[in-house]
Structures are given as C-alpha cells and as structure tokens.
C-alpha cells in the first residue's frame, strides 16, 4: 500500500532510488563521515532540477537527517535536497522508504525527472491557488507604494528611507484580460496580478510579464500572502504570482492543459 508523505518530503527537490554502498561514509573530502552519512548509488532519479537530474548510476554522499538508520545493501527512495557540490554531489535526506511503498502518482511518473519535477511543482501550484484563469496581459505598472517609496528616496530634501535590500522584488502590477476561469471565482473583465519584476537570485524564476504575454495564469489572493508575510502594501493587485509555475504559456503542451481539462 502506498505511504502518505510527510510536509519535508513534499519539499523535496531531488527523489531517486537508491541502494546504500557503504555506512559512515563520504564520496566528497568536504563532508566529515559520521553515523549520519552514507554513500548510496542513485540507482533511478525519479524528480530532480536540472543540477542532479544525471546522476543516475553514480555513487553520492547521502546525510540523514531524523532518527531513521540506514544498512548496507538497503535499497529506498529517497526524499532529499543538495546541499554541496564538487567532484561528487552530498545531498540531504529529509526521509527515505521502501521502495515498494512508493506512492502510485510517483511510480507512474515519465522518465524525465526535470519534467516530473516541474509537473509536482505546477499540480501543488494549481491545487492551492484561489483562481485559476487564462488570459492576456495588456499592461504593466509600477505599484503606487512602489511609486512613492521611490520618489521620497530621491527627493532632494528627503532624508533616506532606508537601505534596499538587494533582494528587493522590485513590484509591479500586470493587468491580465481574462479569457477564461478555470478554477475559483472571479467575475471582471481584467485581473491585477503583482510580480517582481528583480532578477535577483531570489526572485529570477519568478515569471516576467509583458504586454501581449499570453497563457494560463495559477494565482493566490494577494490579501492572504501578505497576511502571511505579514505585510499590506497599498497598490497590492488583486493577486500575486511569484512560484516558477504560476505562469504557464499556452504552447504547453502537456501539464496545466491536463488540469484545466480535468
């Protein structure tokens, strides 16, 4: 019967089988051995980014992270993230079971794993957003907040108003003309979504809409994620996207068209 996965093992990035080669062992200098490492062959990548996606058949360093001990011989899924990279890969299991116990969603996946991937992370997408919506973006501003902070910080009699973080966002707000609901409710012609518009490395993922841009856009309140952040700029937009999913353009050939049309 297949196993329910925790929170951590849903966050993770790299999942593959594995079978363990050797206990309090390390394939990299880097990593001090101890009864926390091993050294496991990937033996299939089931979901990974790019950076481990070829990995399959080489031996890594594996740190287990909870109370869970590994044996020799054993062979699991794995449920981990890297954490160093060099001559080999160390990556950090968040978890691991027997690869019968492999959830069926899983053990049916391509054998792509940056496709499986990029699927997983697009299904959660789509499963938490509060609308769903295809469209076109016909225009793109600076938020007012944005716009004041802005011309207060450079006014010539302004003191400053502090520095900017050099993961600054840097917001805007795109306005979508709606073609078409998918999921949630919203009943205007137009749809005001906030973005960062920063290629930071905190934010260069995020999508970058542009007027004519068009395609399937996966959203979330932005009232609820700044309750969450903990913050409420005056010019929010009705939604914001930030997630590498929540844009998908409508040449996809596979994923959101599956959703949608389910």
């Given at each position: 019967?297949?196993?329910?996965?925790?929170?951590?093992s849903?966050?993770?990035?790299?999942?593959?089988k594995?079978?363990?080669?050797?206990?309090?062992?390390?394939?990299?200098?880097?990593?001090?051995?101890?009864?926390?490492?091993?050294?496991?062959?990937?033996?299939?990548?089931?979901?990974?980014?790019?950076?481990?996606?070829?990995?399959?058949?080489?031996?890594?360093?594996?740190?287990?992270?909870g109370?869970?001990?590994?044996?020799?011989?054993?062979?699991?899924?794995f449920?981990?993230?890297?954490?160093?990279?060099?001559?080999?890969?160390?990556?950090?299991?968040?978890?691991?079971?027997?690869?019968?116990?492999?959830?069926?969603?899983?053990?049916?996946?391509?054998?792509?794993?940056?496709?499986?991937?990029?699927?997983?992370?697009?299904?959660?997408?789509?499963?938490?957003?509060?609308?769903?919506?295809?469209?076109?973006?016909?225009?793109?501003?600076?938020?007012?907040?944005?716009v004041?902070a802005?011309?207060?910080?450079?006014?010539?009699?302004?003191?400053?108003?502090?520095?900017?973080?050099e993961?600054?966002?840097?917001?805007?707000?795109?306005e979508?003309?709606?073609?078409?609901?998918?999921?949630?409710?919203?009943?205007?012609?137009?749809?005001?979504?906030?973005?960062?518009?920063?290629?930071?490395?905190?934010?260069?993922?995020?999508?970058k809409?542009?007027?004519?841009?068009?395609?399937?856009f996966?959203?979330?309140?932005?009232?609820r994620?700044?309750?969450a952040?903990?913050s409420?700029?005056?010019?929010?937009?009705?939604?914001?996207?930030?997630?590498?999913?929540?844009?998908?353009?409508?040449?996809?050939?596979?994923?959101?068209?599956?959703?949608?049309?389910?």
């Amino acid at each position: 019967m297949p196993t329910k996965t925790n929170a951590d093992s849903e966050e993770a990035r790299f999942v593959f089988k594995g079978t363990v080669q050797k206990l309090k062992a390390a394939t990299m200098s880097e990593i001090s051995a101890d009864q926390r490492t091993a050294i496991v062959r990937v033996d299939e990548v089931i979901h990974a980014p790019e950076v481990l996606s070829q990995y399959a058949g080489q031996n890594i360093t594996v740190i287990m992270g909870g109370k869970k001990k590994l044996r020799k011989g054993q062979q699991s899924v794995f449920y981990s993230n890297g954490v160093l990279f060099g001559d080999s890969v160390a990556v950090e299991a968040v978890d691991y079971h027997e690869i019968e116990k492999m959830p069926a969603a899983m053990a049916a996946a391509g054998a792509d794993p940056v496709k499986n991937l990029a699927h997983r992370d697009l299904q959660r997408r789509y499963d938490s957003a509060d609308v769903v919506l295809s469209g076109r973006v016909v225009a793109v501003r600076m938020p007012s907040d944005v716009v004041a902070a802005f011309a207060s910080s450079t006014a010539a009699d302004a003191s400053p108003i502090g520095p900017i973080s050099e993961h600054n966002p840097d917001w805007r707000i795109s306005e979508i003309q709606v073609e078409q609901v998918h999921k949630g409710s919203h009943k205007s012609k137009t749809a005001e979504i906030r973005f960062p518009s920063s290629t930071d490395v905190m934010w260069h993922e995020a999508p970058k809409f542009h007027t004519g841009q068009e395609g399937f856009f996966i959203l979330h309140k932005s009232s609820r994620v700044e309750k969450a952040a903990r913050s409420a700029p005056t010019d929010a937009g009705e939604y914001v996207a930030f997630d590498p999913a929540d844009y998908q353009p409508f040449d996809e050939a596979d994923g959101i068209r599956n959703l949608v049309g389910s």
